[in-house]
Nanobody, 121 residues
């Protein structure tokens, strides 16, 4: 069982930057990936980025080159540095953690409560 708490969302002008944080607690040593999805009003949930325990990273096409995901393993925290923000980035950003589990369910996903990012034109 993993619990996730996001922070760092807010209101920013186009071209600005924000840094999101996600702190994991619980069975943190079983986590294999952590990352972010986002969901804008009326839109489907969209993959943003993830990072593995080996620090390999993957980015969604919409954010590649603008966002950077990083990890502090000692603090069980993942960060999302968001640069050159535009109105299209307005969404609720959700942190997730994938963990290995023993049994027929090979992995389980935990979700944070979400943090709002609003980018004004």
């Amino acid at each position: 069982q993993v619990q996730l708490v996001e922070s760092g969302g807010g209101l920013v002008q186009s071209g600005g930057s924000l840094r999101l944080s996600c702190v994991a607690s619980g069975t943190v040593f079983s986590i294999t990936y952590m990352g972010w999805y986002r969901q804008a009003p009326g839109k489907e949930r969209e993959f943003v980025a993830n990072i593995s325990r080996a620090d390999t990273t993957t980015y969604g096409e919409a954010v590649r080159g603008r966002f950077t995901i990083s990890r502090d393993a000692t603090q069980n925290t993942v960060y999302l540095e968001m640069n050159d923000l535009g109105p299209e980035d307005t969404a609720v950003y959700y942190c997730f953690a994938d963990r290995l589990v023993i049994g027929p369910q090979a992995r389980a996903t935990s979700w944070g409560q979400g943090t709002q990012v609003t980018v004004s034109a």
